[in-house]
């Protein structure tokens, strides 16, 4: 049965009524018009009202993008939902929602700016928009080292400064679409910091809340990075992933004891998705055509699995290659199909797998290395002096892969890896010289003494 519409002097007081905003720019060119626009304006043509107003779900008023709309019929004065017949019943209460949110100053001015019609460009967007399509940078020294082309994607540029933006978007598009995430929710997340910055930065923008669990091993920087960030930050000791304390099971625990969505970036496929779709595509673009071959590090091993999914779809013949630090069993499970630790440990954060995650079931790669931490520091250090660029111990381990592959196959060759994160986020122990020290590692060691 239709709900009666309540009448607008029953919802709104005086005050409140003053600060709504006729809808005048409705008038305005479709090709103006934002997607929210797009939302607002169909409500008003179908209701043929001359008011709508924006209804937010959560008290971030960070984002308007799940924002119900509901429209005042001028002529008989009544408020009716957005999806006429759709009205399950709680209505009052989420216009009570409206007027609470159009006191606060960032959504008025994003509704005042749609009710009023202010001329929106389509070609402008919020940064779910800007993850991705990140440049692909040529390592001119690695380059010249080995007679290929050795290319990075500066994923470092993303919204959330690293390549787990992607798959932060992906999750949290899918469980949108699925309903696991529902209007004004929140997400837990197991991360060594990335996914975590990803998912709270992304989830803000679209009005969610976040909750990061992260083991107490990893850099200062990230962690106070999310204590800023994030709405809650959980520190934990490092466990192994059969151990209940475990970051990962730690989310999944109070997941589900809250009712909160677990991000859950290692078994859900949504993270490799994201790298099937847009980073393989990317490169294949960006190169022309002409990669020979994909190099990857592995946390979650969504980007190594998605990226190679697309290009081996584009083509056989491009190699797929894993870089793994020591301590993982990557190596090993790509080389003698076991999942063996042994032999050393690395400072690598983000990587570094000891299981096969569902992110890469199926996937076989061409070749596999083991990367020292030493030469991976070598890489990040000649890069940071000599082109600019300054980057995190997985970038150079990626890279410090491709120049094994490089040497390997022999010059000609277009190897393209990805630039996971930036210095930035390690500055305390990867270029801190006395924790270098403390660690055996050498920041002054000649780039060549990679091909060794
Ligand atoms: C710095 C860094 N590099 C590489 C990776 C690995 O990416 P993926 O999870 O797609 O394997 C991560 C993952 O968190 C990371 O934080």
Request: overall charge positive.
């Amino acid at each position: 049965m239709q709900r009666q519409p309540k009448q607008i002097n029953d919802v709104f007081g005086k005050d409140d009524l003053k600060r709504l905003v006729p809808v005048a720019g409705f008038r305005k060119k479709k090709k103006e018009l934002s997607p929210e626009d797009y939302l607002a304006l169909e409500t008003a043509e179908d209701h043929k009202a001359d008011y709508v107003y924006f209804r937010h779900n959560t008290d971030r008023p960070s984002s308007i993008r799940f924002a119900q709309a509901y429209v005042y019929d001028r002529t008989q004065g009544t408020l009716g939902p957005l999806f006429a017949g759709k009205d399950s019943g709680d209505g009052l209460k989420k216009i009570e929602v409206v007027v609470k949110l159009f006191k606060l100053q960032e959504v008025r001015a994003r509704c005042f700016k749609i009710l009023r019609g202010m001329p929106t460009n389509p070609y402008y967007h919020g940064i779910e928009q800007h993850v991705g399509h990140t440049p692909l940078i040529r390592l001119r020294r690695l380059s010249e080292l080995t007679g290929c082309e050795i290319l990075g994607k500066a994923e470092f540029m993303n919204p959330g400064g690293s390549v787990k933006d992607r798959a932060a978007l992906s999750i949290i598009a899918a469980a949108e679409t699925s309903g696991q995430l529902k209007p004004g929710g929140t997400i837990i997340e197991g991360s060594a910091g990335n996914t975590g910055i990803g998912l709270t930065l992304i989830g803000h923008s679209k009005g969610y809340r976040s909750v990061i669990v992260i083991p107490e091993t990893q850099s200062q920087e990230k962690i106070s990075l999310l204590r800023t960030l994030s709405d809650e930050v959980i520190t934990v000791p490092e466990k192994p992933y059969n151990h209940s304390g475990n970051y990962n099971r730690v989310a999944q625990r109070l997941s589900e004891e809250k009712g909160w969505f677990w991000a859950n970036q290692f078994d859900n496929q949504a993270n490799r998705l994201a790298h099937y779709r847009t980073t393989g595509p990317e490169i294949w673009e960006q190169t022309r055509g002409e990669v020979s071959a994909f190099v990857s590090s592995v946390g979650s091993g969504g980007t190594l699995a998605g990226t190679t999914l697309f290009l081996k779809e584009r083509s056989s013949k491009i190699a797929a290659v894993c870089a793994d630090p020591y301590g993982a069993a990557m190596w090993s499970w790509f080389t003698n199909g076991n999942t063996e630790t042994k032999g050393g440990d690395s400072f690598a954060e983000g990587i570094g797998q000891t299981r096969v995650t569902k992110n890469l079931e199926g996937i076989s790669v061409d070749r596999a290395y083991r990367i020292p931490d030493q030469a991976a520091l070598t890489v990040i250090y000649q890069l940071m002096r000599e082109e600019g660029l300054f980057l995190g111990l997985s970038s150079g381990i990626n890279l410090a892969g491709a120049v094994r592959f490089a040497k390997e196959s022999g010059p000609g060759q277009t190897i393209v890896t990805v630039l996971c994160d930036s210095g930035i986020k390690y500055q305390s122990k990867l270029f801190n010289l006395s924790w270098l020290k403390e660690h055996n590692l050498d920041p002054h060691r000649p780039i060549e003494s990679i091909l060794d």
